[in-house]
């Protein structure tokens, strides 16, 4: 959920910056923006491919995936960022906010031409109503409060000013605060004003003493779901349970016309809901969808490639920031020693995986940071496929075939352990599979006895998080904008099902995630970050494997389209009135 | 016959019981963690973005509230406790998803399954009654034998397979454009449509489904008339029926088909739990917003109070689909009598 919102543009102009001895091969950035022609006109409809029903509409209290994709037209926050250069931008706030020198307050001004969809204008009332939704802890988003557990008050100097004050320095509490606070219009979702007089402070205390937070709460969680209200340029028509969600176009929107603000142009937005990716494609060439974001690889080297489909529909390209790799328990007394997982990502042959298993669709990746972002470490030399260092590292770690049983073994502890393992993947996801499989068949030749195990997801999560595996095949969300591994990579999140599942433990490291964090100069993180990428790299706690690239395709008469470092734009999109589809259709509000 | 239905009723009271508690621990003591699904978001997914999360703790903490919220913080006895003291007010709880009443969500759906089942129950009796008749009246004929070939043939064809074909073939890809690839109204649907339209473009919606729907029930059911038929040709009384003189349509429409009704009355049993029961994969496949799709969404999300719901329902329909086969048994065969066992 949150993290569709991190992952936001990355920069071309960051990149050129910083770019000189190049060593590992950075893809093309995404290609600029073609040639649009004429002034950008409104109506017509956009029809988009949503695999399944959101579970609700609450910005709040949601957290999948589809919600977030609807929620993201209805609702805005203070802050929002370039979608070319990735750079905050002020949004609903006149400005950035204003940090105190200790660097824990945080005001931000808020505009005054902010209407919400029903007209009545957003003050900072709102805001903080907002902010109190999120810290109370009746309130059904246990997992949103988390991002906030650090924001301690909130005061409104004025109706338009609000102050936030959080008890911890952190670089990433601007981004938190001013994008993840979704503006709800009080008016609308405590039409008693039963939060009036409960401060933020108080939440933290004993909300249970009060009936008004208890009585808005239940009131909150149950009766805003499915009616979303805020101030985007979209507002919600109507739900059709497991069939479509439409959306029409404000056309009073506060923003229309004002610099710095998306502007909208289609007149409705369907998210039609098909779960079967076979049909989808059917449905969009059969014309009932407009838009698919994400096209199979083997839906896009067959099957979209006739002449037809290329007069109608557009595809495109890029990399989503997503990293699939292979992660070997740290703990575990074969890969404790790193050599041995050095040994294995020298014998992964990651081209031949990104040739033969994603049909070319991807890119090598050495670093679990996204390689358009300036904290990326371009030095990094990456590890070939190489099965002869693999080897000779193998027995410089002691691992030779003394039994002649033809599986390596070694004496760990006073036991004698065969280079035997598992790799669990989970089922469904054939390429995490084939990873796997591929992998396997190299294995044999040299000796190493592993398998491969599929596991229903909701098992394979257990097992992952409760450290029972040997390697898994498994993939990570890429920040496009500030990255923070912390999560991931901190010695203190391999405990209690944390993040950190493979156990990686490095004092180093957790000395640069906690400096990191507090570090409000950019180029001092950038810096430690490259440190820190040179220490997993050399360590090799997981064996990196691709970034893999996206495929969308739109439908030709839409204007405007154009791929951002973060992926497609549809807010942007418009249509000539003489290519118009749904034109008569569309009922003047 | 009052008292044995009186009995019968009250037999079903332990057996629901003992249905829901079995069901409801298949279905917790399964892995999988709902909170826990939720905390990940998908761990595969999951942000690299570790948004001031001090510590795994505050996340545990989110979970603990969040299982506190639905009750799954005690244990798995009172669990099972308080849902059935909520079935005793007719309440199923609310969803894991959404917090919105399972009883709704099941109303709202419920329309939708039932118009696709109902027809396709109509088009596999339809069918398969004829069908079997036919067979079993001219058996080993070059007709019996295709249709025993096709009915075979039908019934070995994956569903999941045959779907996805018809989807790619005849519904506007590459090739025919027939029926639309699934939904249950166009696009432009509109309420201001007239009745007509409405109606042909439902049926329009509709065709694919049933007729997928129904072709590997017709297959089974035909093969089961055929061969109750061919038992009862073999009777001594039929024999004496064509000995007398009768004309075949009479022998065979009087005395056999009645006859040979019987073990077709017991599988009607299960058409009751069968209407509501939806298809996971003909909904799945064509996005049809049925029982069938709910159920299976369910699952994954691991929702148990929907889940538990469309278990209790289907198992109540079941135990009353039983007990109206039995009775329609004694009305098709008078030899069956169940009042005066009881004595």
């Not at chain 1, 180093?508 to 970050?529: G, S, W």
Request: glycine share 6%; charged share 20%; net charge neutral.
């Amino acid at each position: 959920m949150f993290w569709r919102t991190w992952r936001f543009v990355l920069a071309l102009l960051l990149l050129i910056g910083c770019g000189d001895k190049t060593e590992v091969k950075v893809p093309d950035a995404p290609p600029a923006a073609e040639q649009v022609s004429g002034k950008p006109v409104t109506g017509d409809w956009l029809v988009i491919h949503s695999l399944s029903d959101p579970e609700q509409l609450n910005p709040l209290t949601s957290s999948d995936a589809s919600s977030a994709e609807v929620n993201q037209y209805i609702f805005e926050s203070l802050l929002s960022r370039e979608p070319r250069t990735l750079e905050f931008k002020p949004y609903i706030a006149e400005a950035r906010p204003e940090i105190s020198n200790d660097k824990l307050s945080y005001t931000f001004k808020i505009r005054r031409d902010v209407r919400f969809q029903d007209g009545r204008p957003v003050t900072g009332e709102d805001v903080l109503f907002s902010l109190k939704v999120i810290k109370c802890p009746l309130v059904n988003a246990p997992f949103l409060r988390v991002y906030f557990n650090s924001v301690v008050d909130a005061q409104l100097l004025d109706p338009y000013t609000i102050r936030f004050v959080t008890k911890e320095r952190y670089f990433l509490n601007e981004s938190v605060l001013g994008q993840e606070i979704k503006i709800l219009p009080r008016h609308y979702y405590d039409p008693d004003n039963l939060l009036k007089n409960v401060s933020v402070r108080d939440l933290l205390k004993d909300p249970q003493l009060n009936e008004n937070v208890k009585k808005f709460a239940d009131n909150f969680n149950k009766n805003y779901n499915r009616n979303p209200m805020g101030s985007g340029p979209y507002k919600f028509h109507r739900w059709k349970t497991g069939q479509e969600i439409e959306l029409t176009r404000d056309p009073n929107y506060w923003g229309t016309g004002k610099p710095g603000i998306d502007q909208a142009y289609v007149d409705r937005l369907k998210f039609r809901v098909v779960n079967n990716m076979d049909a989808a494609l059917v449905r969009l060439k059969s014309g009932s969808l407009d838009y698919m974001e994400v096209l199979q690889p083997v839906q896009h080297v067959r099957g979209t490639n006739s002449e037809r489909f290329n007069r109608e529909f557009k595809k495109y390209e890029y990399y989503a920031p997503t990293y699939s790799y292979i992660g070997w328990n740290n703990n575990h007394p074969i890969f404790r020693d790193k050599r041995v997982r050095q040994a294995m990502t020298y014998l992964t042959d990651r081209k031949q995986i990104v040739k033969s298993v994603l049909f070319g669709l991807g890119e090598v990746v050495d670093s679990h940071i996204y390689f358009f972002r300036p904290e990326y470490d371009k030095t990094l030399q990456s590890y070939p496929f190489d099965p002869q260092k693999a080897l000779a590292l193998l027995n410089e770690a002691g691992w030779k075939d003394t039994d002649g049983d033809g599986v390596l073994d070694k004496v760990i502890d006073g036991k004698k352990v065969p280079l035997r393992f598992e790799i669990k993947v989970n089922s469904g996801n054939a390429v995490r599979k084939s990873v796997a499989l591929v992998l396997l068949d190299e294995l044999k030749k040299h000796g190493i006895a592993a398998s491969v195990r599929e596991l229903d997801w909701t098992i394979f999560l257990n097992d992952v998080k409760n450290h029972q595996f040997d390697a898994v095949v498994l993939g990570w969300q890429m920040s496009t904008t500030e990255p923070d591994a912390y999560q991931v990579w901190h010695s203190s999140q391999a405990a209690n099902k944390g993040s950190n599942a493979i156990s990686y433990k490095n004092a180093r490291v957790d000395e640069i995630l906690e400096t990191y964090r507090r570090e409000f100069d950019a180029q001092k993180r950038i810096q430690m970050y490259k440190e820190f990428q040179e220490i997993i790299h050399d360590e090799q706690p997981y064996t990196f494997l691709y970034v893999a690239k996206r495929v969308s395709a739109v439908h030709r008469r839409f204007q405007g389209v154009e791929v951002f470092p973060d992926g497609l734009r549809p807010i942007d999109w418009w249509v000539p009135v003489t290519r118009q589809k749904y034109l008569n259709t569309v009922t003047a509000q | 016959m009052g008292a044995y239905l009186l009995q019968r009723t009250l037999l079903m009271v332990p057996t629901f019981i003992g249905i829901t508690l079995i069901g409801f621990l298949i279905m917790r003591l399964a892995p999988g963690d709902p909170a826990e699904l939720r905390a990940a978001g998908g761990l595969g997914a999951a942000a690299g973005g570790g948004i001031s999360v001090e510590k795994r703790g505050s996340v545990d903490e989110a979970m603990a509230q969040w299982r506190a919220q639905y009750g799954l913080d005690k244990p798995l006895h009172v669990q099972y406790a308080v849902w059935m003291k909520n079935l005793l007010t007719l309440s199923f709880g609310e969803s894991f998803k959404d917090n919105q009443s399972v009883w709704g969500k099941i109303v709202e759906r419920l329309p939708v399954t039932v118009k696709l089942n109902f027809w396709s129950i109509l088009v596999v009796y339809l069918v398969a009654i004829p069908l079997g008749i036919y067979s079993a009246t001219h058996p080993n004929s070059f007709a019996d034998q295709a249709t025993t070939l096709a009915a075979f043939v039908l019934f070995a064809v994956p569903l999941v397979w045959a779907a996805t074909m018809a989807i790619v073939f005849i519904c506007g890809g590459d090739f025919y454009y027939l029926f639309p690839p699934g939904g249950l109204e166009s696009l432009d649907f509109s309420d201001n449509w007239s009745i007509w339209k409405k109606i042909t473009d439902h049926a329009w919606h509709l065709f694919l489904p049933v007729v997928l729907l129904s072709y590997d029930g017709f297959a089974g059911l035909s093969r089961y008339m055929r061969a109750s038929m061919l038992e009862v040709l073999r009777q001594d009384y039929v024999q004496v029926a064509r000995a007398k003189g009768l004309q075949e349509k009479i022998v065979i429409y009087k005395h056999v088909l009645r006859n040979s009704l019987i073990p077709q009355v017991t599988l009607f049993a299960s058409i009751l739990p069968g209407l509501i029961g939806g298809s996971i994969i003909i909904e799945t496949v064509f996005s049809i917003p049925g029982l069938g799709q709910l159920g299976f969404e369910s699952v994954l999300a691991r929702d148990y109070p929907t889940v538990m719901a469309l278990f209790t329902v289907s198992a109540v329909l079941t135990l009353i689909g039983i007990l109206i086969s039995d009775i329609l048994l004694s009305v098709v065969d008078p030899r069956i009598v169940f009042g005066r066992r009881l004595q």
